[in-house]
């Protein structure tokens, strides 16, 4: 049995984890406050956990978020603790009992130190993903010097991630994880169009309307995929496909999916801590495989980076998506043997 937990932001982890679950014959068992998918590949549970960040409620009946009961870093030991957090207790709660009954091989942590920490703690082997960004810190330091295996999502060689030099024995370097790894690529059957796509909530709604009237102005038709409040798709592969150039934050598995598709794309990357997706998009940029520039930029701006994406040619080989969740599978499988 591997025991598997996802984090809770956004959904690129829980895709992460399903594109790999193919590739494994163990049964898992997941562990996650985030809703559990529509389906699930068999021999997989899912275990919803309460959440660790809600506001709290005390004695006095005075309601308290939870960065107000006390140091949630433990002195900047972990990144998150809270003191005394129903929600925070429970979960890893439910984790010791799991693991108490349960003959685990091993568990994948995707991601949270404390997670790694506590479950190494009960003497589980662990394996953890590494990020882009900064992740020199104290924490970050003490998961990757608990894991067993640490899986970096990404080409050797293509971001600079200091803090895993020194523990190149244990990193698997296995490249881009996507959901859509051996799907054929067609066109649709308006394929001479020029058609724009945007993924998700890369740009704020105004920010959305008035881009899309530039392209509109340009001759560009625009999709979006998960951009608005109406519009999220199941199955986004035809519209990646058929799309003559993407609008993509940096993310990890969003650009995966556009290495996946071979996209011309521009990369807007958000605000995440650490860092993450700027590292990302300084990466994509300067090995040439997107265009990129900061999300606030104009609607100008923008409608200009896709004419210029549209005239490329990228070779996305490099960032190696292909057969990446099987390798990302196997790195597991060395540990859970």
Known sequence: MIGWYVHHHGWGH???????RRHLDEDVTVFSSLPAPATLDSGTTWIRLPADADPVVGADGIRREAHELGDVTAGGALHWAPIGHDGHQTRLAMIADWIARTPVSAFVVDVSVEVTAFVRLLGV?????????DRSDAPHRLGHDLADRIVAPW???LFDAAELSDRR???????AISRHDGRDRH????????????LSRTLDPPQLEQTTEQLTARGWMVETA????????DDVWPMLCRATVVVSAAGLNGVADLAAAGARAVVLPQDRP?????????????????????????????AALVERAAASTPDWTGWGARGAAARAAHAIQEVAS
């Open 14 to 20: 829980r895709t992460r984890t399903q594109a790999i």
């Open 125 to 133: 082997p662990t394996v953890v993903f590494a990020q882009p960004g």
């Open 226 to 233: 998960g951009a608005r409040d109406d519009d999220r798709v």
């Open 274 to 302: 650490f860092g993450e997706q700027e590292h990302t998009a300084r990466v994509l940029q300067s090995a040439g495989f997107a265009h990129t520039a900061p999300a606030d930029s104009s609607p100008e701006h923008i």
């Open 155 to 157: 080409a050797e060689g």
């Open 187 to 198: 066109a649709g059957a308006d394929g001479d169009a020029r058609r724009v796509l945007f």
């Open 169 to 175: 024995e244990r990193v698997r370097h296995v490249g």
